[in-house]
């Protein structure tokens, strides 16, 4: 889980899967809304911001972005081991 709000699974391939968003964050939104449509506003603009906070932390936790540099080297070991010649 991500803060105790969100679950989920981060595959092997670091796929995001079986997003789940736990009881507290539901809760904020029970009772606010008028209708279905403002009910699935709100519960769209919370899951969003939910996500727009887990993404940059599943991110960092995995070491971060790469450096413009790191994935120019990548890029050459791979066209080097494609063409038959060493990667390094």
Do not use: Y
């Amino acid at each position: 889980t991500f803060d105790d709000r969100v679950s989920f699974v981060l595959t092997d391939k670091l796929e995001i899967k079986r997003i789940d968003f736990l009881d507290v964050v539901r809760d904020q939104i029970d009772g606010q809304a008028e209708d279905e449509e403002a009910l699935f506003n709100a519960e769209f603009a919370l899951m969003t911001g939910e996500l727009g906070q887990l993404l940059p932390a599943v991110v960092e936790a995995l070491g971060g972005e790469l450096k413009q540099e790191a994935t120019t080297e990548i890029h050459s070991a791979v066209t080097k081991s494609a063409a038959g010649d060493p990667p390094f």
